[in-house]
């Protein structure tokens, strides 16, 4: 996936080369690139995930990973007492 964007970044700079177009423009075609990769990462993400077959169970947030693994261990108990037996 990574080699994709990548790709994709390279075809997009080369682009810009051949075309030249003003500063501005280029500056606004490559943010939104890099916003447009940063509002799909997260799926690119689960996506290579799931093709791995993993499996979604929970979605969780907190300060750092042990805060988050707290938070959803203490809404599924019985997935804790399966990792703290």
């Keep these: ?9 390279g075809v997009l ?3 810009l080369m051949l075309t030249e177009p003003a500063p501005i ?4 075609i490559s943010l939104g690139y890099a916003v447009l990769i940063g509002f799909i ?7 290579t995930l799931e093709k791995r077959d993993y499996d979604l169970v929970g979605v969780v947030s907190g300060a750092g990973i042990d805060g988050a693994e707290r ?5 599924e108990p ?3 007492a ?3 037996s």
């Design 13 to 15: 700079m080369g682009f």
């Design 82 to 84: 399966a990792v703290y």
């Design 1 to 9: 996936m990574a080699v994709g964007l990548f790709v994709g970044s």
């Design 25 to 28: 423009t280029e500056l606004a």
């Design 41 to 47: 990462a997260n799926d690119l993400r689960r996506w």
């Design 71 to 75: 938070r959803f261990l203490d809404n």
């Design 78 to 80: 019985e997935k804790a």
